[in-house]
T-cell receptor
Framework: DVKVTQSSRYLVKRTGEKVFLECVQD?????MFWYRQDPGLGLRLIYF???????EKGDIPEGYSVSREKKERFSLILESASTNQTSMYLC???????????FGPGTRLLVL | GENVEQHPSTLSVQEGDSAVIKCTYS??????FPWYKQELGKRPQLIID?????GEKKDQRIAVTLNKTAKHFSLHITETQPEDSAVYFC???????????FGSGTRLQVQP
């Protein structure tokens, strides 16, 4: 059974702080994704990675960066958090060549 | 890039009725169309998907239809039950792109 975990369920940060969100999957998946989920906007892709140290920008990468040093771990970094980054952040993973994505439980981030 | 529009944003039906959710996509190269269900407080999970070489697919009470010419696809749920209450997301994946583009979501409420 695929398991995708995220480091925190809830997080409160202050404007200007550097924020790290971590995602770990245990199924040896090559692809990993970061989305943000906002009411009425669905899931929007921030970044994805198809291999260690490889990354591609999604649809809304501004204000974010990512790191993938190990295959099982994909980190989302908010360099300087702003209030408009208050959102639910979802991580997902998939096997190379397969489109089905498996999601983590999400991190609800509040930036004050 | 791909753009996916989803309607309606909310849908309320009586238990036992059918529910239909519709999505349109813009990129004619898209060839994979999954549907995810997200129950309150939980992670999105794949419930059914369809590829562009198929017009319809069924799985018990759930079916998806695809019209490539019109670039739209629909989710049909028959004999709805209270446990079908959730937010449903459609998505599309252009050929060769690993990432999905999601619709804005439909909140389905099944009234007992």
């Amino acid at each position: 059974d695929v398991k995708v975990t995220q480091s925190s369920r809830y997080l409160v940060k202050r404007t200007g702080e550097k924020v790290f969100l971590e995602c770990v999957q245990d199924m040896d998946h090559e692809n990993m994704f970061w989305y943000r989920q906002d009411p009425g906007l669905g899931l929007r892709l921030i970044y994805f990675s198809y291999d260690v140290k490889m990354k591609e920008k999604g649809d809304i990468p501004e204000g974010y960066s990512v790191s993938r040093e190990k295959k099982e771990r994909f980190s989302l970094i908010l360099e300087s958090a702003s209030t408009n980054q208050t959102s639910m952040y979802l991580c997902a993973s998939s096997k190379a060549g397969q489109e089905t994505q498996y999601f983590g439980p999400g991190t609800r981030l509040l930036v004050l | 890039g791909e753009n996916v529009e989803q309607h309606p944003s909310t849908l309320s039906v009586q238990e036992g009725d059918s529910a239909v959710i519709k999505c349109t996509y813009s990129d004619s190269a898209s060839n994979y169309f999954p549907w995810y269900k997200q129950e309150l407080g939980k992670r999105p999970q794949l419930i059914i998907d369809i590829r562009s070489n198929v017009g319809e697919k069924k799985d018990q009470r759930i079916a998806v239809t695809l019209n490539k010419t019109a670039k739209h696809f629909s989710l049909h749920i028959t004999e709805t039950q209270p446990e079908d209450s959730a937010v449903y997301f459609c998505a599309a994946s252009p050929r060769g792109r690993r990432a999905l583009t999601f619709g804005s979501g439909t909140r389905l409420q099944v009234q007992p």
